[in-house]
């Protein structure tokens, strides 16, 4: 796992699992929110959004969250692990207004710290419809990679609490493995 998608409706916890995950498999993490979004707002123009997804696709390693459909293609090319958090809508809902409660007037540590939290009609409408707009092409994308590459869908917050813990035990093992091997990883 040296390139990690981390895709999903908003308010199902990707850039929060990112962060997790950056911290057990020791890999940059890219918010795209972080990046999209200039002062105020601002969507990046696409020619530079398209630099951008090609320069961070063309490392060696990273973990990459966010959606931003036209440059998906690029991310799923490139990425090893593709991580679909696939939530219930009522879950997502829920978690766009409590992030917007917590953030009030304040701008998400995942954001650019000029874009203080908001919570528009549009966006409610938008995660309201992302199983009806998104889910399905989602699913067809990740069906043609499966066989290139390993796809996990995360429906549950069972599953993902289960998914972060499976990888903690595992870079155990692993530190375990190296330090009775003498720091030599067989």
């Given at each position: 796992?040296?390139?990690?998608?981390?895709?999903?409706?908003?308010?199902?916890g990707?850039?929060?699992?990112?962060g997790?995950?950056g911290t057990i498999?020791?890999?940059?993490?890219?918010?795209?929110?972080?990046?999209f979004?200039?002062?105020?707002?601002?969507?990046?123009?696409n020619?530079?959004?398209?630099?951008?997804?090609?320069q961070w696709t063309?490392e060696?390693?990273?973990?990459?969250?966010?959606?931003y459909?036209?440059?998906?293609d690029?991310r799923?090319?490139?990425a090893d692990?593709?991580?679909f958090?696939d939530?219930?809508?009522?879950l997502?809902?829920?978690?766009?207004?409590?992030?917007?409660?917590?953030?009030h007037?304040?701008?998400?540590?995942?954001?650019?710290g000029?874009?203080?939290?908001?919570?528009?009609?549009?966006f409610?409408?938008?995660?309201?419809?992302?199983?009806?707009?998104?889910?399905?092409?989602t699913?067809?994308?990740?069906d043609?990679?499966?066989?290139?590459?390993q796809v996990?869908?995360l429906?549950?917050?069972?599953?993902?609490?289960?998914?972060?813990?499976?990888?903690?035990?595992?870079q155990?093992?692993?530190?375990?493995d190296?330090?009775?091997?003498?720091?030599?990883?067989?």
């Open positions: 796992m040296k390139r990690i998608l981390v895709i999903g409706s908003g308010g199902t990707k850039s929060t699992l990112s997790k995950l498999v020791e890999l940059p993490v890219v918010h795209l929110d972080s990046y979004w200039k002062a105020n707002w601002v969507p990046t123009p020619e530079e959004w398209d630099q951008r997804i090609e063309n060696d390693r990273w973990i990459i969250d966010g959606n459909s036209r440059t998906m690029a799923i090319k490139r692990v593709i991580i958090l939530l219930p809508r009522l997502c809902m829920y978690r766009i207004i409590k992030r917007r409660v917590i953030y007037k304040k701008s998400r540590p995942d954001m650019n000029e874009c203080a939290e908001k919570l528009d009609w549009e409610i409408k938008w995660v309201w419809n992302y199983r009806k707009r998104s889910r399905m092409n699913l067809r994308k990740l043609q990679a499966k066989d290139h590459q996990i869908i429906r549950t917050r069972k599953q993902v609490a289960e998914f972060v813990q499976s990888l903690v035990s595992s155990r093992m692993e530190e375990y190296r330090a009775r091997n003498g720091g030599n990883h067989p």
